[in-house]
C-alpha cells in the first residue's frame, strides 16, 4: 500500500512537473516578443563602455535583472492569488505598452535623421577619450539605465508569463513564473556577455597565424554589428505581433476575425494571423502614441514650473 502511495504521489509529482515544463515552453514563446528586443537593447546599453569593462557592466546589470525580478515574481504571483481580475487588464497594457515602443522606435527611426545619430554617437566616442570624463560615474549611470529598462521589459515578459497559466493552479502559476524569470535572466544577459564580445573574440583569431582562424574572426568582426541591427529589428517586429496578438486577443470582435482569416489561408494560417496581429500591433501603437505625446508635454511643463 505504502509503495503504491509512494508510485502516485511520483506520478503525481512528474505529471505536476510535465505540465509546468509544457506550460513554461508556451509562456517562453510568448515572451519571446520581449526578448528579442531584450537583448538588442541591453546590448546597445553597453556601447561606449570600454573594451575590458563591457563584461563587468553586464555581470552588475544582470544582477540588477535578478533583483528585479525578486521583486516582480512575488508581486506578480500575489496580484495572480488575490486579484486574479487584475491579470487581463494587466496583459492588455503590456501589449499596449510592448505596440508603443516598437511605434516609437519606427517613429525614431523615420523622424531622426542618421546624421544626428552619427553626431551623437562621435560626441560620446569623443567623451569617452577625454581624460577628464569621469569613467566611474559614466558606468554607473550606464548600469542604472540598463537596469531601469530590464526594470520595464521584466514585467512584460513576468505578466505575460502570467497571464499564459492565470487558469492553472498557484504552485503551477508560481512554477513557470519563476522558471520563465531564471531562464530569462541567465538566457539573455548570457547571450549579451556573447554578443558584447564578439568583435573582441573576432580580433583575437585574426591575431593568429592560422588561416582558418584569421577567417572565422573576420567573419566575427563582420558579423556583429550585423547582429545587432538583425536582433533590433526582429525585437521591434515580435513587439508588434506579440503585443498585437495580446491586446485583439481580448477584443472578441477582432480576435475572431483574426481566427477566421487564420482558418481560410491553411496551412498557413500561423503566418496570417501573425502579420494581423502585428498590423494590429502597429496601428495599437500608433494609437497610444497620438495619445500620450500631448499629456507627456504637459507632463514636462509642469515639472519644468515647480
Known amino acids: 500500500m505504502a509503495g503504491a502511495s509512494l508510485l502516485a504521489l511520483l506520478d503525481d509529482i512528474a505529471t505536476v512537473l510535465d505540465d509546468v515544463a509544457v506550460m513554461t515552453k508556451v509562456a517562453a514563446k510568448k515572451t519571446a516578443g520581449v526578448l528579442g528586443d531584450d537583448l538588442a537593447l541591453n546590448a546597445q546599453q553597453v556601447q561606449g563602455i570600454r573594451a575590458e569593462r563591457e563584461l563587468p557592466v553586464v555581470w552588475a546589470v544582470a544582477k540588477g535583472s535578478a533583483l528585479n525580478k525578486l521583486i516582480l515574481v512575488p508581486a506578480a504571483l500575489l496580484i495572480s492569488a488575490f486579484v486574479p481580475w487584475l491579470i487581463v487588464p494587466l496583459l492588455m497594457i503590456g501589449g499596449a505598452y510592448l505596440c508603443f515602443e516598437g511605434f516609437e522606435k519606427l ?9 544626428k545619430d552619427k553626431q551623437h554617437r562621435h560626441e560620446l566616442i569623443e567623451a569617452l577619450a577625454n581624460p577628464d570624463v569621469d569613467m ?16 520595464i521589459l521584466s514585467a512584460e515578459i513576468i ?12 504552485a503551477k502559476q508560481a512554477a513557470v513564473v519563476v522558471s520563465i524569470a531564471i531562464i530569462m535572466t541567465i ?3 548570457g547571450f549579451v556577455a556573447l554578443i558584447v564580445k564578439l568583435d573582441d573574440m573576432g580580433a583575437h583569431l585574426c591575431k593568429k597565424q592560422n588561416a582558418t582562424a584569421q577567417f572565422f574572426g573576420n567573419v566575427l568582426l563582420a558579423a556583429a554589428p550585423k547582429l545587432m541591427r538583425f536582433l533590433s529589428i526582429l525585437g521591434t517586429a515580435a513587439m508588434f505581433m506579440v503585443g498585437g ?44 502614441l497620438l495619445c500620450w505625446s500631448p499629456l507627456h508635454t504637459l507632463f514636462k511643463r509642469g515639472s519644468a514650473k515647480l
Do not use: C
Not at 566611474?136 to 526594470?151: H, L, M, P, Q, S
Not at 495580446?246 to 498557413?268: F, G, S
Open 107 to 115: 517613429a525614431h527611426k523615420f523622424l531622426h535623421s542618421k546624421e
Open 136 to 151: 566611474v560615474a559614466f558606468e554607473k549611470e550606464k548600469i542604472k539605465g540598463a537596469v531601469r529598462t530590464d526594470f
Open 159 to 170: 505578466v505575460i508569463a502570467l497571464g499564459t497559466v492565470a487558469a492553472a493552479t498557484f
Open 187 to 189: 538566457g539573455v544577459y
Open 245 to 288: 496578438g495580446i491586446v485583439t486577443h481580448n477584443i472578441a470582435p477582432i480576435h475572431h476575425a483574426i481566427e477566421l482569416a487564420a482558418h481560410a489561408t491553411e496551412p498557413l494560417g500561423w503566418l496570417t494571423s501573425s502579420l494581423l496581429n502585428g498590423i494590429a500591433g502597429v496601428f495599437i501603437g500608433a494609437f497610444v
